[in-house]
């Protein structure tokens, strides 16, 4: 089974400026044989919508959350 890591940037993140923020964790990790599976896109997909604006602009222009 696919881990989905989709979560709120860090408090102290929101008063540092937006370039020395870290990368964001890689959004699947122990990807399972079959792959990232569609049921797997709108799980993170779900979960980025419910995130703060802050949170979103951490992830920008992910291809997962394309058109949301």
Do not use: C
């Amino acid at each position: 089974m696919t881990d989905i890591i989709v979560r709120p940037i860090f408090e102290w993140m929101k008063s540092t400026p937006k370039r020395l923020w870290p990368q964001h964790p890689p959004i699947f990790q122990n990807i399972g044989p079959e792959g990232v599976t569609k049921k797997d896109r709108q799980l993170a997909r779900d979960l980025y919508l419910l995130l703060d604006e802050d949170s979103k602009n951490w992830y920008g222009h992910h291809g997962t959350f394309e058109g949301l």
